[in-house]
């Protein structure tokens, strides 16, 4: 494989906090080992329609405490076809880009494995998403801060839940993998908890409901994450309502929230150990593979390996939230 002299930079898909950091890390290690750096804007899509300019060491100053990401972001339909593919890749050729640096989630790394498949360009990926849910990683760009964010949303609402004895449902995000509602559901002290990789019996939750009723127990926070098999908070605030008509309850949708503000020093320090990893690993001849780190270590994982892993929820972990609960 021919010697890394330029590589393109793009965030993709949804955003997460510490991608900046990431991004940040990728472009001064680069130029530190002589390689000049573009940034492609708006992912797959600014490829297509060449939105790349050279960047710095000083674009990337007084960026990693910020959320979002200065390349911006979007979802791209045209890179799914074959002509919107050779678009991208003549848009590469045309800046000399012979090494890509992508940041993303696995929709990022579905869509990398299919275009090269087609074309050879060197390519290291960053798992950049809140959901934690990409197989190769222990953790990802944004989840820390994304649940920290969650539970500073809860204890607030368990505020105000104790001072008007209600019951309060709170939605957070995760579409395919509940993650952020199982670790803020345990970190506030949820009465229950309900992810999409455990199948939820509704009758079972009323239950325990019923159960704290009539036991005078004050406060009771239900975390359920979006894509819960029953429903999200809408659907559950009303099969609460229907067997429980004389409750106060209330339900909130954390929504988007999640995906902004400042990164944890966890996401700083995650996303600059994996951008500097990102950029050695180009220069060594790695490619096709994303950076995590797993136990501590980087490890390198295949981009068709990095599938949406669901969360294996141990009996003992369920088991838990509903003892410490009482």
Do not use: W
């Amino acid at each position: 494989m021919e010697a890394i002299s330029k590589i393109g930079i793009m965030t993709s898909g949804g955003d997460s906090p510490g991608m900046n950091a990431a991004v940040r890390a990728a472009v001064r290690t680069a130029i530190f080992h002589g390689m000049e750096v573009y940034g492609i804007r708006r992912g797959y899509q600014g490829m297509i329609e060449g939105d790349i300019y050279r960047m710095e060491a000083t674009d990337v100053s007084n960026i990693i405490q910020r959320g979002g990401t200065i390349l911006k972001t979007a979802r791209s339909k045209e890179f799914m076809t074959e002509e919107g593919m050779q678009k991208a890749y003549n848009q590469l050729q045309q800046h000399g880009i012979n090494g890509l640096v992508l940041i993303g989630g696995d929709g990022t790394f579905r869509g990398a494995g299919e275009f090269f498949k087609r074309y050879t360009i060197p390519a290291v990926g960053l798992p950049g998403t809140i959901d934690k849910d990409l197989a190769g990683t222990d953790y990802t760009i944004g989840f820390d801060t994304a649940v920290n964010t969650a539970v500073e949303a809860i204890d607030k609402i368990r505020d105000t839940a104790e001072a008007h004895n209600r019951l309060f449902i709170v939605e957070v995000m995760g579409r395919d993998a509940g993650y952020i509602a199982l670790h803020s559901g345990i970190a506030c002290g949820a009465e229950d908890i309900l992810i999409p990789e455990t199948e939820t019996d509704i009758n079972h939750v009323l239950d325990r409901i019923d159960m704290d009723e009539r036991r005078k127990k004050n406060v009771h926070i239900i975390v359920v994450a979006e894509g819960d098999d029953f429903g999200g908070a809408k659907e559950l605030h009303a099969a609460v309502q229907r067997r429980f008509p004389l409750l106060d309850v209330r339900s909130t949708v954390l929504g988007h929230i999640q995906r902004g503000g400042s990164p944890t020093c966890a996401d700083r320090v995650l996303a600059s150990r994996l951008g500097h990893a990102a950029a050695e690993a180009l220069r060594n001849g790695k490619t096709q593979v994303m950076a995590g780190i797993v136990n501590g270590e980087i490890l390198y994982t295949p981009f068709e390996s990095c599938v949406k892993q669901n969360a294996i929820i141990s009996k003992d972990m369920i088991d838990m939230i509903h003892v410490l609960a009482v």
